[in-house]
């Protein structure tokens, strides 16, 4: 089992930043693969970055890329989502979710964190 819990999301104005966090716990020696998504108001969940499996490449969303970096720090088990030049549509709750394989539907889910961008 993997437990994941994020922090760092909050109020901003367009245009500000955030830096979302993401620390693991448990078998995270099983992790492959790690990302971030979010989900809107009445909106399904949708992708917004991750880690493709345990080389360091990484793979974004197109209404993101060039404005948010994920990082993590394997010795502290955390991940990071930097969120630069955020934008009203980049509103939503942020979940950090990992799992064992490469493929399929995520396993392991965080229970979010709100961001909340006033225009």
């Known amino acids: 089992q993997v437990q994941l819990v994020e922090s760092g999301g909050g109020l901003v104005q367009a245009g500000g930043s955030l830096r979302l966090s993401c620390a693991a716990s448990g078998r995270t020696f099983d992790i492959y693969r790690m990302g971030w998504f979010r989900q809107a108001p009445g909106k399904e969940r949708e992708f917004v970055a991750a880690?493709?499996?345990?080389?360091?490449?990484?793979g974004y969303a197109d209404s993101v890329k060039g404005r948010f970096t994920i990082t993590r720090d394997n010795a502290r088990n955390t991940m990071h989502l930097q969120m630069n030049s955020l934008k009203s549509e980049d509103t939503g709750v942020y979940y950090c979710a990992a799992d064992e394989s490469a493929l399929g539907t995520y396993k392991y889910w965080g229970q979010g964190t709100q961001v909340t961008v006033s225009s």
């Open positions: 880690f493709m499996g345990t080389g360091g490449n990484t």
